[in-house]
C-alpha cells in the first residue's frame, strides 16, 4: 500500500497523473511562450464617413490610412472599422491583448491638450466593400447610422499634442483584453472594432495606417500575450473612465425574402425565416395557431404538410440573444392540393400577396 492508502497500482497510476498533467502544463507554457506574442494583422477595416451615405467608393477601403475626426473637425465625426480574425488563436485565455495603431497623419485638437480615442464593440456583421454610413453591407442597413456599436467602450487612448505632424509614427495602444477573452469563449460574436472621437469640442485628426499600407509593421495589429505582458502604457485608459457613448441597438427583424412560398396541402412544406438587426442568434415563436400540420422551428424553419386550405396570419416573434424582441404578421397562403402528377414542392405565392415583421 502506498502513503496515500491506495493500492501500489493505484498510487502509481495516481502519479503518472500528476506527471502527466505536469508535462501538458509545461508544454502549453512553452507552446504559448513561443508564441507569445502573437501579432494578428487586420483582415478587414474601412473608414465611415458621414457625407458617403450610399455603398462606398472604391479609394475608402483601398487607402493606407483611416480616419478617425473630431465632432469639431472641418470633417467631423470620420470614424473608422477594423476587424482581425482569431480563427487560428489558442484558445487559452490571453493575459493581455492589445490593438495598437501607428498613425501616418496625427494633429492634436490644440497645444497643452490631450484628446482621446476610444474603441467600442461592433454588435453587426459588416463587409470592408460595402459599409458606409448608412450601410453595414452592401444592401444591408445599420439600425443606427455610423454603426451599431455596444454605447459601453471596451479602450481608449490618450493623443498627446506634442507627438503630431505628418508621418509622426506615433503609435497608440489600447487594452481590448476583456474583450478578447469573450470573443475566445465565444459568448460575444467577433464583429470587430470601431474607433471614434467624441470630445464635444475637438477637431482632432487622426489618421491611422490601415491593411492596405505598404509597411506590414504600420498596419493594424492586434497583440496577444500569454506568459509575459508588458506593463500598461501610461496613455492606455480604463474603460470604466469613459462614459457610454451612443445608441443602444434596438431589434430589427425582417423576413429573408418579403413573400412566403404558396404551400398545398399534403404537400411537404420549407420556408426559412431570418432575422437581422439585435445579436445573433434569434428564436422564432409563433404565438398563434399554426396551420394544422405546421410546425415553426426556433430556428425560423416553417415546415409541414398543411391539411386546410385557406390564407393563414400568423403572429410572429423573434428575439436575440440579449432578448431584444420584434414581432410582426405574415400570411400564410395554403392552396388545394395539386393535380395527380403536378410537382410535389411549394409554389411562389401571388407577389401582391406579402408580409413581413415589424418593431414592436
Known sequence: MCECGASYGGCVMLWAKVVYTLYLSLAAGFIF??????????????????????????????????????????????RSLVQFDLKDVPKAPVQMALLRLTFYKCWAAGKGRTDILRVHRLVRPWEESG??????MTNDEWINVGGDFDPAPVAGSYVLEDQ???DAGKKADFDVTPLVQLWQTGRAPNYGLILLNTDNDSTLTARPFSKDAKEAGKRPQLILYWASPPKPDGNMIKPTVLKPFGQPVQMRVAFNTTQLNQARIGVNYKELLKAKGGLAPY?????????????LNPSGL?????????RFTL????????????????????????AEGAAKTGE???????????DE
Open 283 to 295: 428564436t422564432f415563436k409563433c404565438t398563434n395557431e399554426m396551420p394544422e400540420g405546421m410546425t
Open 33 to 78: 511562450a513561443g508564441e507569445d506574442p502573437l501579432t494578428l494583422h487586420a483582415t478587414q477595416d474601412t473608414t465611415l464617413n458621414p457625407t458617403l451615405t450610399g455603398l462606398p467608393p472604391k479609394h475608402i477601403t483601398t487607402a493606407e490610412d483611416l480616419m478617425i475626426y473630431g465632432p469639431k473637425h472641418s470633417n467631423p465625426n470620420y
Open 164 to 166: 503630431t505632424g505628418e
Open 348 to 358: 411562389k405565392k401571388d407577389p401582391k400577396k406579402t408580409g413581413a415583421l415589424a
Open 302 to 310: 416553417l415546415e409541414g404538410a398543411p391539411k386546410k386550405a385557406g
Open 315 to 338: 403572429q410572429i416573434s423573434a428575439t436575440d440573444s440579449a432578448k431584444h424582441s420584434a414581432s410582426g404578421k405574415v400570411d400564410l397562403v395554403v392552396a388545394e392540393a395539386p
Open 131 to 136: 459599409a458606409s454610413w448608412n450601410y453595414s
